[in-house]
């Protein structure tokens, strides 16, 4: 698969694919490039592909609106399996920053902090976010737990530490946004009480 994860309209970008003979014989590949308008296929011909050598077929994608893209490049092969190789192309949050560890500053029993995390996107398109708390702990409360991050804006997502208890304490979750190919986030918070702590 290719992807093409992020990109500017009217900016055109390039992904090589190598397609590399694992047989023990010369083989001869026709290969059918992409269709779409979006999407351009190069490649050097060569008459057969020798074992352990490869074809690099080069692709260009150059987008004209904030959408999801997709296209594939067949590749035949004689006395073979054909081969399929799906393209895409969508927009992502490239200046989405969630810190995997978050240490918080010691805080008298009966009193609360709020550590405020921004959630922005310079992209003109909205991308839903859903909150799941993989380590709860009664100590802390994290909202909103789903919502939108607005084209070109922010939201700010809300963690509340209230110690009840003098411990250190441990508080994890997880933030997935509804982009292709999405990888969760992750981050781990701590938080502490201790007596004789000055009154905020």
Same mark, same amino acid.
């Given at each position: 698969?290719?992807?093409?994860?992020?990109?500017?309209?009217?900016?055109?970008?390039?992904?090589?694919?190598?397609?590399?003979?694992?047989?023990?014989?010369?083989?001869?590949?026709?290969?059918?490039?992409?269709?779409?308008?979006?999407?351009?296929?190069?490649?050097?011909?060569?008459?057969?592909?020798i074992p352990g050598l490869a074809y690099t077929?080069?692709?260009?994608? &150059?987008?004209?609106?904030?959408?999801?893209?997709?296209?594939?490049?067949?590749?035949? &092969?004689?006395?073979?399996?054909?081969?399929?190789?799906?393209?895409?192309?969508?927009?992502?949050?490239?200046?989405?920053?969630?810190?995997?560890?978050?240490?918080?500053?010691?805080?008298? %029993?009966?009193?609360?902090?709020?550590?405020?995390?921004? %959630?922005? &996107?310079?992209?003109?398109?909205?991308?839903?976010? !859903?909150?799941?708390?993989?380590?709860?702990?009664?100590?802390?409360?994290?909202?909103?737990?789903?919502?939108?991050?607005?084209?070109?804006?922010?939201?700010?997502?809300?963690?509340?530490?209230?110690?009840?208890?003098?411990?250190?304490?441990?508080?994890?979750? !997880?933030?997935?946004?509804?982009?292709?190919?999405?990888?969760?986030?992750?981050?781990?918070?701590?938080?502490?009480?201790?007596?004789?702590?000055? %009154?905020?």
């Amino acid at each position: 698969e290719l992807h093409f994860s992020g990109f500017e309209l009217g900016k055109t970008l390039f992904l090589p694919q190598n397609l590399i003979n694992i047989s023990n014989a010369p083989v001869n590949i026709h290969i059918i490039p992409t269709l779409t308008k979006h999407f351009q296929t190069s490649y050097t011909k060569k008459d057969r592909l020798i074992p352990g050598l490869a074809y690099t077929v080069n692709v260009a994608f &150059c987008p004209d609106d904030w959408r999801y893209f997709s296209d594939c490049i067949r590749v035949h &092969c004689k006395d073979e399996e054909n081969l399929l190789i799906p393209v895409h192309a969508y927009p992502v949050i490239n200046d989405l920053h969630i810190p995997t560890h978050i240490d918080l500053s010691a805080i008298p %029993l009966g009193q609360s902090v709020d550590h405020v995390i921004p %959630l922005r &996107c310079s992209c003109p398109v909205d991308f839903e976010f !859903q909150v799941c708390i993989i380590q709860p702990h009664n100590a802390y409360s994290i909202h909103p737990i789903t919502g939108v991050i607005p084209a070109n804006g922010e939201v700010l997502l809300t963690v509340t530490f209230c110690p009840l208890q003098y411990e250190t304490s441990q508080f994890t979750f !997880q933030l997935v946004v509804s982009q292709f190919n999405t990888k969760p986030y992750l981050c781990t918070i701590t938080g502490f009480s201790r007596p004789n702590l000055p %009154l905020r």
